[in-house]
């Protein structure tokens, strides 16, 4: 079991960077592969990216690559996504997961609140 909390979201401006984390609680985390999510409103739920437990694997949507990169710091507990040269249609809630791993949010056992990214012009 693990709980995810996310942090760093807000307002930028397009081209901006912003840094998110997503902080795990429990004795489980390096167990799992983890991934981020984003769902803008009228819009389902999108994967972004994602990294198996050891950090040496990742994999990105074709909307964000090159501009993301997805991190992880085991001993601190801790997934980032920093997020380069924003858009605006980059604006959505993100969300951090953790499970199986993959582009399938059905993989994922363990959810974050989100946190809001706001991309404005």
């Known amino acids: 079991q693990v709980q995810l909390v996310e942090f760093g979201g807000g307002l930028v401006q397009a081209g901006g960077s912003v840094r998110l984390s997503c902080a795990a609680s429990?004795?489980?985390?390096?167990?799992?592969?983890m991934g981020w999510f984003r769902q803008a409103p009228g819009k389902e739920r999108e994967f972004v990216a994602s990294?198996?437990?050891?950090?040496?694997?990742?994999s990105y949507a074709d909307s964000v690559k090159g501009r993301f990169t997805i991190s992880r710091d085991n001993a601190k507990n801790t997934l980032y996504l920093q997020m380069s040269s924003l858009k605006p249609e980059d604006t959505a809630t993100y969300y951090c997961?953790?499970?199986?791993?993959?582009?399938?949010?059905?993989?994922?056992?363990?959810w974050g609140q989100g946190t809001q990214v706001t991309v404005s012009s």
């Open positions: 429990g004795r489980t985390f390096r167990n799992y592969d």
């Open positions: 990294i198996t437990w050891s950090g040496r694997g990742t």
């Open positions: 997961a953790a499970g199986s791993g993959g582009v399938s949010s059905s993989t994922y056992d363990y």
